[in-house]
């Protein structure tokens, strides 16, 4: 009975101290996270310091919090992991206002989960070209292995021909037309862009949808627009993801490994 107290006691005390650890490692992660967000311009100065292999060590932890936050941390101090898949995978969807919600989250917090996809931002209706650009700078040697584009549907009337004079709303409705385009950066990708490689879906819909539409019946028009869309280009779905579930090679991951280990002895 002694001997079995004197073992709960002990294993209670070690259990404590690794608590305070974890407590003072994720308190340290957390300012270090607030300090680059209030200034920016200090993240070279924390990198010189040797921040990158100590994050590095602290991602690798037992403790699952102490893991999200040093994540996030590397984030911010510009630390990049290696892409996931055999190359760059790129998810782009087309802006619409109240149809890309992502909550009251800033985007460093969604670092935290090494799984979570790394591109994101609130600049053009069209971001596929955008999201390439930043994809170079993040892995400037790494192929790109699937772009997937996915619109919010195109509603292209029958016009008849206005031989009068363009009203200005209409005028004005033209150039807004034109500076919110979205299939002007698919025209360029399709030629740009391998057609094993690039893939964009923007479904035909049979009327115009204003943003905040929430009739049900209006949404059941939305789905079987889709559904419509995805049966006739069943086959390019089918292609789309056999490219997306192509896994990293045996020697990416070894190169991985050997790099993240590398990365992990300050110099």
């Known amino acids: 009975m002694f001997h079995n107290s004197h073992f709960d006691s002990k294993q209670l005390g070690t259990n404590r101290k690794d608590q305070q650890i974890n407590s003072r490692k994720m308190s340290t992660i957390r300012n270090i996270c607030k300090h680059i967000i209030l200034y ?16 590095l060590r602290l991602s690798q932890s037992e403790n699952q919090t102490v893991r999200a936050q040093a994540f996030e941390a590397l984030s911010l101090v ?13 998810l782009c969807v087309d802006g619409g206002g109240t149809r890309n919600y992502a909550g009251d989250s800033i985007m460093s917090k969604f670092s935290q989960d090494p799984t979570c996809p ?3 931002g609130l600049l053009c209706n069209n971001p596929t070209a955008l999201a390439i650009h930043e ?4 892995w400037p040697n790494t192929p790109l292995q699937c772009v997937v584009s996915i619109g919010n549907g195109r509603y292209e009337p029958n016009l008849e021909m206005n031989t009068g004079k363009s009203t200005l709303k209409e005028k004005v409705v033209k150039i807004l037309d034109s500076a919110t385009d979205t299939e002007a950066v698919n025209t360029i990708l399709s030629d740009l862009l391998p057609p094993t490689t690039y893939f964009r879906f923007n479904p035909y819909v049979s009327e ?5 539409e929430i009739r049900s019946e209006k ?6 627009d889709t559904l419509m869309y995805l049966r006739r280009n069943d086959f390019k779905v089918q ?9 990293r090679h045996m020697h990416q991951k070894m190169y991985d490994w050997v790099k993240l280990r590398l990365d992990m002895i300050e110099r």
């Open 78 to 90: 510009g630390y990049v992991a290696p892409p996931k898949g055999r190359g760059i995978r790129v």
């Open 40 to 55: 920016p311009a200090s993240r070279s100065v924390i990198v010189k310091a040797g921040a990158i292999p100590r994050l």
């Open 118 to 120: 790394k591109d994101g």
């Open 208 to 212: 115009e949808w204003t943003l905040d």
């Open 219 to 224: 949404l059941k028009q939305m789905q079987h």
């Open 239 to 247: 292609r789309c993801a056999e490219k997306l579930m192509q896994q």
């Open 135 to 138: 994809c170079r700078l993040l």
